[in-house]
C-alpha cells in the first residue's frame, strides 16, 4: 500500500495505470480486442486462424505482463521503496533531537520583555522554579526581590545572594546610569546614588528576616557586581538585563529564562562561584539562630555604618512596605 501526496493513488494496482508499462498493457489488450472482434467477422480460410491466433496471443502477452509488473512492483517497494522511508524518517527523527538539544543548550525556554510593572506570569514561573529548587542562588543588586519571594514560600533553601558594596562608587554607578535614563532627562543623579544606597541597606535587613526561611544565607558584598541580575534554581537560570541598551529603558528589563541543561546555566553557575572567591570580596552568614546583635556586627561591618534600634525598625518598615507593594503588583498574595 501507498499514497502520494494528495492521497489519489493508494494501491500497486493504482500506481500501475499511471506508468509506461501501464500504458503498453492497455495498447496490448485493445490490440487483442480488435484481432478478436475483426476475426469474428471474417470467414474461415481468409486470414481468421491468424488473426484469432495473434488476438490470443496478445491477451496471453498482456495478462502474463501485467501479473509480472505488478508481482516486480510489490517487490521493489519492500526492497527499495520502503526502506529508504524508513531511512529517511529515522534522520529526519535524529535531526530533530539534535535541534532540540541545540535549542536547549544555547536558546531560552522563556523571554519577557520589558515592562514598567511587575509581570504576574513571570512571577508566578519563577516562584514555581524557587518551590521545586533546594538551593537558591542570587546576583544582584540589593537583595531586596530576593527576601521577598523567600518570605513568601513556605520551604527551606541554601542560600547565596552576591551583592553590591555600599561601600564602593562602582558598585552604584551601574544601576545609578540605568535609573537615570529610565527618569530621563529630569533625574537627579545625586538623589538615585542615595536611594541606591538605601535599597542595599534596606535589602540586607530584608535577607535577615528572611534567614527563617532558609538553612543558611550566605551574603558576599563585592566593589564591582556585574550589572545584570542573576537568579540560579536547580532547574534554570534567570538572567535579567540591565545591560541591555537598545530600546526605552524600563523598572523591570527584559529576562531571559534557560533551562538547568543549558550552556548559559554553566556559565552563570560558573561565574557566580568566580564572584564569591574575588579578593575583595566580602561575606557573612546567616542562619535562623543569627541574633539581632549578630546581624547588627555584620551590618555595619559591610556598610561602614551602626544601626540604632529605631533605625533598624525604620528599615524593616521600609522592607515590609516594598514586600507589600510588590508582591500585590506582583498577584504573589500576602
Not at 170 to 199: F, V
Not at 279 to 296: G, I
Not at 308 to 326: N, P, V
Amino acid at each position: 500500500m501507498s499514497s502520494d501526496a494528495k492521497g489519489l493513488r493508494t494501491h500497486p494496482i493504482q500506481e500501475l495505470f499511471w506508468t509506461r508499462t501501464g500504458l503498453l498493457l492497455l495498447i496490448l489488450l485493445v490490440v487483442s480486442g480488435a484481432s478478436m472482434w475483426v476475426s469474428s467477422g471474417l470467414a474461415a480460410g481468409t486470414g481468421k486462424t491468424l488473426l484469432t491466433t495473434l488476438s490470443t496471443g496478445t491477451m496471453v502477452s498482456a495478462v502474463v505482463g501485467f501479473g509480472q509488473t505488478l508481482i516486480t512492483t510489490s517487490a521493489t517497494r519492500r526492497a527499495m521503496v520502503t526502506p529508504l522511508i524508513e531511512e529517511s524518517r529515522r534522520a529526519l527523527h535524529e535531526l530533530s533531537a539534535e535541534y532540540r538539544s541545540l535549542n536547549s543548550e544555547f536558546f531560552p525556554t522563556h523571554v519577557f520583555e520589558a515592562t514598567t510593572d511587575p509581570d504576574p506570569v513571570f512571577n508566578a514561573l519563577m516562584m514555581a522554579d524557587l518551590r521545586d529548587s533546594r538551593q537558591f542562588l542570587f546576583r544582584g543588586f540589593s537583595g531586596r526581590y530576593a527576601a521577598v519571594r523567600l518570605l513568601l514560600s513556605h520551604a527551606e533553601w541554601e542560600v547565596r545572594a552576591v551583592v553590591a558594596d555600599p561601600c564602593e562608587r562602582t558598585a552604584i554607578s551601574g544601576r545609578a546610569r540605568y535609573l537615570a535614563r529610565h527618569q530621563g532627562a529630569d533625574a537627579d543623579y545625586e538623589k538615585i546614588q542615595a536611594t541606591l544606597h538605601e535599597e542595599i541597606r534596606i535589602g540586607l535587613v530584608g535577607l535577615y528576616l528572611a534567614r527563617s526561611r532558609c538553612t543558611s544565607v550566605d551574603v558576599t558584598v563585592i566593589g564591582d557586581p556585574p550589572l545584570d541580575r542573576v537568579e540560579l534554581f536547580d532547574d534554570s537560570v534567570w538572567i535579567t538585563l540591565y545591560s541591555a541598551v537598545a530600546g526605552a529603558p524600563t523598572l523591570y528589563p527584559r529576562t531571559l529564562r534557560f533551562s538547568e541543561g543549558s550552556f548559559i546555566y554553566d556559565m552563570q553557575r560558573a561565574e557566580f562561584a568566580r564572584l564569591r572567591a574575588a579578593r575583595d570580596a566580602r561575606r557573612f552568614v546567616l542562619t535562623p539562630d543569627t541574633s539581632r546583635e549578630e546581624f547588627l556586627a555584620h551590618f555595619a561591618k559591610v556598610t561602614g555604618a551602626t544601626l540604632s534600634e529605631e533605625q533598624f525598625r525604620e528599615l524593616e518598615g521600609k522592607f515590609h512596605a516594598f514586600r507589600q507593594e510588590f508582591s500585590a503588583k506582583a498577584q504573589l498574595g500576602s
